[in-house]
């Protein structure tokens, strides 16, 4: 089973780094169908217009609703029901956990709004049809909901059955598996000795038991100085 990912966007060239690394191998092993579609396409006039001033006055552009009703009649298909997401800094937070959530689905579409926003009708309407998670990378603002569906695209992608070379690291990482819930511990390669630094001895030992004690200690300082958040929960 595929996931299918339909994006829309009035820059649909940003989405472009989706053919990269990771998940464009994905996409050219069939394990995972993106397509990125203009907003502008579902407009009518002569300009593609796509915004235009909020009620209520204020700064900014709003994005008129026609076109994203018209964009999803044309992508929700008959008797299906996919998730749609809408980022917007004023959605839940994206987690390790929302994305494991959605990596269950078989079809996402994303709505990606510009300027202020989208007519808030766009959302309440998609809502009667099909289930409409608005999400939020974090407490800054970007300029649009692009940057957020390529991160929300590539956590998801990830996790999709056969797409890491190796499913360990997935176990093994910050926020799933052993070490849930704390950062990552800090990692070494060869040479042993670089630049006066020494590799922490233990990872040199051999001993196993040791090791993971160490890894342990180490993510829970870490996750102690920089997330105490995280040790509350
Ligand atoms: Cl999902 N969208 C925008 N425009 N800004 C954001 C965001 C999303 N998350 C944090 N800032």
Not at 44 to 51: F, N, P, S
Not at 141 to 162: C, D, K, Q, S, Y
Not at 201 to 206: M, R
Request: with cysteine; proline share 7%.
């Amino acid at each position: 089973m595929s996931l299918r990912l339909d994006i829309v966007s009035i820059f649909p060239e940003y989405l472009d780094v989706l053919g990269l690394s990771l998940v464009g191998k994905a996409i050219r092993s069939g394990l995972v169908d993106i397509a990125v579609h203009d907003l502008r396409q579902w407009t009518h006039d002569r300009h593609r217009t796509v915004d235009d001033t909020p009620y209520g006055g204020g700064a900014g552009m709003v994005m008129r609703p026609e076109p994203w009703g018209e964009a999803l009649d044309a992508l929700i298909p008959e008797g299906a029901a996919p998730t749609l997401i809408v980022p917007t800094p004023s959605g839940q937070p994206f987690t390790q956990q929302l994305a494991a959530d959605l990596a269950q689905e078989s079809h996402l579409i994303f709505a990606c709004g510009r300027y202020e926003g989208i007519d808030a009708r766009v959302i309440d309407h998609a809502a009667t049809r099909v289930p409409v998670t608005e999400v939020s990378l974090g407490d800054y603002v970007l300029n649009g909901g692009e940057v957020a569906a390529l991160v929300i695209t590539e956590a998801v992608v990830r996790l999709l059955p056969g797409v890491l070379g190796n499913p360990e690291s997935l176990a093994e990482e910050s926020h799933s598996g052993e070490l849930e819930h704390l950062l990552e511990y800090p990692v070494f390669t060869k040479p042993a000795r670089w630049r006066g630094l020494e590799v922490p001895e233990v990872l040199l030992s051999g001993n196993h038991a040791l090791i993971a004690a160490w890894r342990r200690d180490q993510a829970l300082a870490r996750t102690r100085e920089r997330r105490p958040d995280l040790l509350s929960e």
